[in-house]
């Protein structure tokens, strides 16, 4: 037993945690958190918002896109000490006051969702891609949501909604990416 732990040499502590600070959804959140915590696991695990999905934990799926600083990101291959001090935000963070962001609503309106555990990571997604602007027909839509994965094949819908949610952000001039993109 002495020769075995020799051979192995001392153990080596874990490193301590890091103290961070996310706002997130609009609130200052401080947290402790292992170095190699994920955003994903930070948010969920440590403040229990689980509107973002774990689905593939590789940055293949899009099930955990949230949006920081605006723009949109896979969360699990994110560390969470990378956006100490970042505006994070979350599905649970796009309504305002009640209302539901022009996104969600036309996700609801066209059906955009079979099971909908991708559904917060597309929703996000989509907020942030109508943001960016880039995307001005369907096919250009499909391509710059297509890290975002519907196991269900609901994607003629969830274009749908998002054409929607675009035409209304666009005529109304209000910013996607904000609580603010929320309908009146």
Not at 54 to 76: F, N, P, Y
Not at 123 to 135: D, H, M, N, R, T
């Amino acid at each position: 037993m002495e020769r075995a732990q020799a051979v192995a040499g001392p153990t080596i502590p874990a490193p301590d945690k890091i103290q961070i600070t996310l706002v997130v959804n609009g609130e200052a959140r401080a947290l402790k958190v292992a170095p190699w915590t994920s955003l994903l696991d930070a948010l969920r695990d440590h403040l229990d918002l689980t509107g973002t999905k774990k689905g593939c934990d590789h940055g293949q799926c899009g099930a955990c896109t949230v949006l920081v600083e605006g723009r949109r990101i896979v969360s699990c291959l994110t560390f969470a000490v990378m956006k100490d001090g970042a505006e994070v935000t979350t599905v649970e963070g796009l309504e305002t006051d009640g209302t539901l962001h022009p996104v969600q609503q036309a996700f609801i309106d066209h059906d955009a969702f079979q099971c909908g555990y991708c559904t917060p990571g597309q929703i996000c997604s989509a907020v942030g891609l109508i943001s960016e602007g880039k995307a001005h027909t369907a096919d250009e839509i499909r391509e710059l949501m297509s890290g975002n994965l519907c196991r269900c094949g609901a994607y003629p819908n969830i274009l749908a909604a998002i054409q929607q949610a675009m035409g209304e952000l666009v005529a109304s001039n209000q910013p996607a990416n904000t609580r603010q993109g929320a309908r009146p």
